[in-house]
């Protein structure tokens, strides 16, 4: 009777749970690929085929929009972690009390506000009317205005800027976590900066790294505002290309076979990182 | 008893007449067609209610096929993406006309609208808002600027900026001296047409600064001078005409490209009664004004240009004379199918360096 009960009370418990992966995450994406299968042979006719996903390899404008995404969000996860880990580091290791508590607010007061209002903040710095080309003139650094914006590092500074919270908060636990006086035997031992940071502080900060890194290049991957905004007539992004199918194009089929490709892939990439770090999915998140 | 009984008949019968009256329209239109002034106004003379959600053509359709024609009473797509859409996914009811006050609207654009939008053998669509696509130009810094090619003169190289959509291929290909809207029904002849524009428009890339894709975006590039010219709608060069008379709308030496927004009916709207009395509400002549002043597009609501104001017409007669008028190409039906192969040679030029 009692097990009956509490077994009520476990399922009870899961219940909000399944429910949301079910309704939320598998309903939606099983829709997706029932979708993304069907093949458009006339108006309202479909019929079952994997068209669209042959279409993505044989267009090279496809895989190469995906594959510069991919490369672009891998360089932005790379620039994040080596702007990330010295504020983490400085923040968890070097600083104390309420100088900790003030810089770890600023670094998420930015987060406060809209990714749109950052994005439109960017613009006003970076455009050719804007402070940033303004500020060189005034200064007579430049003789005539200079644009920044519309190009791939407008675009790499706004993901750069809109992920890096997601890279400090997990190393500033992990870093917070290794005990001090690991690092001052490390010293002690005759351990130069750079063999401490190598041999103590980067292996235990790696779940950290990699949990940030792995945020970050979702987060990059599937950003859609930053790149269509700061980016230039020639900057394409897959979630640019997967709105263009779903709204201004009307392929819904196309567009799915894209969304689902982008799963696929981003997993894939995520799997051979954590293959080359040596880390576990399991030991990554729950550590972090 | 009796005059109790009947007067509580009374109260009941009117009171489920304002019931059934009283509805909340949703309404799905574009920006500046359903100003506040004008709800207000409605809301007080009919009891209905109105929601406003601002979208432009694709997502109009993209946003009712999602929910194969529910969610709104009443959208606006233009003239030309009616019968396609209704063709492919079915997300429109006919238009009664016994419920359309017709002698609102101007006769020649009513008939040029029933016939552009029906499909089998049903009226879909009633003209609302007119206007069209052609180059906003500061003529200061680009004067020379006449006709859509003119956007790749070397001179304005880093200076341009057009959407990367069909008006952009559509006016160019008329620009270069081809017809796109008489091979509409011909694939494999406007397939052609569409290679030499992607051709041109692949050669013009170094020439542009970015592609727009709001009308706010381009009105601040214009206005900044980072844009001296553009192609763009006419009343963004009007509005910006108002700011700074350097930069005014031109029409194009090879034709302003004419669009007509129209009212339709979604397949699973709940409103039709608010949605009727919404026509035509706003397509009288003095409401008609309002959302001309507004908007800066005139209406197919006759008399609607009494109203509108002396500045608004002074720049439209100063871009459109009777010959440039006479020279608007207005969008005929897009056939089913046609878009695909424009989004193809739009990613293609996208993709170009």
């Known amino acids: 009777m009692s097990s009956d009960a509490s077994r009520l009370g476990f399922y009870l418990l899961l219940a909000p749970i399944l429910l949301w992966l079910v309704v939320l995450i598998i309903l939606p994406h099983v829709g997706l690929f029932v979708v993304s299968i069907s093949e458009k042979i006339g108006p309202r006719e479909y019929e079952i085929g994997m068209g669209n996903y042959a279409a993505f390899f044989q267009e090279p404008l496809f895989w190469r929009t995906f594959a510069r995404t991919a490369i672009m969000s891998i360089l932005a996860t790379a620039l994040t972690l080596i702007l990330g880990f010295p504020i983490a580091y400085y923040i968890a290791k070097l600083t104390q009390g309420r100088t900790k508590t003030t810089l770890f607010l600023m670094c998420m007061i930015p987060f406060w506000v809209s990714e749109l209002v950052r994005t439109f903040g960017w613009m006003i710095l970076l455009r050719e009317t804007g402070v940033i080309s303004n500020g060189l003139q005034a200064l007579g650094l430049v003789s005539g205005p200079v644009e920044f914006l519309y190009n791939d590092a407008a675009i790499m500074v706004g993901l750069v800027y809109t992920s890096i919270l997601f890279m400090v908060v997990p190393l500033v636990t992990t870093l917070d976590s290794l005990d001090n006086s690991l690092i001052e035997a490390g010293y002690d031992l005759g351990g130069s900066s750079t063999a401490v940071m190598r041999e103590i502080v980067i292996p235990h900060a790696m779940p950290g790294i990699v949990s940030g890194c792995i945020v970050v290049f979702m987060l990059s991957l599937g950003n859609y505002l930053t790149p269509i905004l700061l980016g230039g007539k020639d900057s394409l992004w897959f979630t640019g290309m997967i709105y263009t199918q779903f709204i201004t194009r009307f392929n819904w089929e196309l567009g799915s076979a894209f969304g689902f490709l982008l799963l696929i892939l981003s997993s894939l990439v995520v799997f051979l990182g954590l293959k080359l770090s040596g880390q576990s999915l399991s030991e990554t998140m729950g550590r972090s | ?353």
């Open chain 2, 1 to 353: 008893m009796k005059t109790a009984f009947v007067s509580t008949v009374v109260v009941a019968s009117a009171l489920s007449m304002t019931a059934a009256q009283a509805e909340t329209l949703r309404l799905l239109t574009w920006g500046g067609y359903a100003p506040e002034e004008v709800i207000a106004m409605f809301e007080a003379e009919t009891g209905h209610t109105v929601e406003v959600t601002t979208s432009n053509n694709e997502e109009m359709i993209a946003k009712l096929r999602a929910t194969n024609g529910g969610g709104f009473d009443l959208a606006q797509p233009s003239q030309d993406r009616i019968t396609s859409a209704q063709e492919e996914f079915g997300i429109y009811k006919p238009i009664d006309m016994s419920r359309v006050t017709a002698d609102q609207f101007i006769p020649s654009m009513l008939s040029a609208t029933a016939a552009n939008t029906t499909f089998e053998g049903e009226v879909f669509g009633l003209p609302h808002v007119w206007g069209t696509s052609g180059l906003v130009v500061n003529t200061a810094m680009a004067g020379d600027v006449q006709d859509y090619v003119d956007l790749c003169d070397a001179a304005l190289a880093g200076k341009v900026s057009y959407r990367l959509k069909r008006p952009t291929l559509i006016g160019f290909a008329y620009s270069m001296g081809l017809d796109p809207f008489a091979a509409y029904g011909d694939t494999a002849a406007y397939q052609d047409i569409l290679d030499q524009v992607e051709a041109k428009l692949t050669e013009c890339k170094p020439n542009v600064k970015t592609y727009w894709d709001g009308g706010d975006e381009i009105k601040n590039l214009l206005r900044s001078g980072e844009v001296v010219a553009s192609m763009a709608w006419d009343t963004g060069g009007w509005q910006l005409n108002a700011d700074n008379p350097d930069i005014t709308f031109v029409a194009p030496e090879a034709g302003a490209l004419g669009w007509i927004d129209t009212f339709v009916l979604p397949a699973r709207g709940r409103a039709d009664d608010a949605a009727y009395d919404w026509i035509n509400f706003v397509m009288r002549p003095d409401v008609a004004a309002m959302i001309t002043n507004t908007a800066g597009n005139f209406t197919a609501a006759v008399g609607g240009d009494a109203g509108v104001s002396a500045d608004l017409k002074a720049r439209y007669q100063g871009s459109f004379d009777q010959a440039a008028i006479d020279n608007i190409k207005w969008y005929p039906p897009v056939p089913a199918g046609l878009e695909a192969l424009e989004g193809a040679t739009l990613d293609r030029i996208n993709a170009a360096n």
